[in-house]
């Protein structure tokens, strides 16, 4: 029983640490970023451009705390 319980588990934790990782902002960013970029899509703008923003404005962010 042991065994089938661990395997769930294992692979929730991976995941979890997959996405959420170290910063849990950067995942709730990148999500709303999806998010906003599906309803802007939605409603027939055009938003590609605002994920890869998003991301380049995280690391940059990230970078500069790190210092």
């Known amino acids: ?3 089938i319980v661990s395997w769930p588990v294992a692979f929730v934790r991976f995941w979890y ?3 959420i990782g170290d910063d849990w902002t950067v995942a709730a960013a990148v999500i ?4 906003v970029t599906a309803l802007l899509n939605a409603r027939g703008v055009v938003a590609w451009w605002l994920v890869p923003l998003v991301v380049i404005v995280l690391v940059t962010v990230r970078q500069y705390r790190a210092r």
Do not use: C, E
Request: aromatic letters at 10%; a positive charge; hydrophobic letters at 70%.
């Open 1 to 3: 029983m042991h065994r």
């Open 17 to 19: 640490h997959f996405i």
């Open 32 to 35: 709303v970023a999806l998010l």
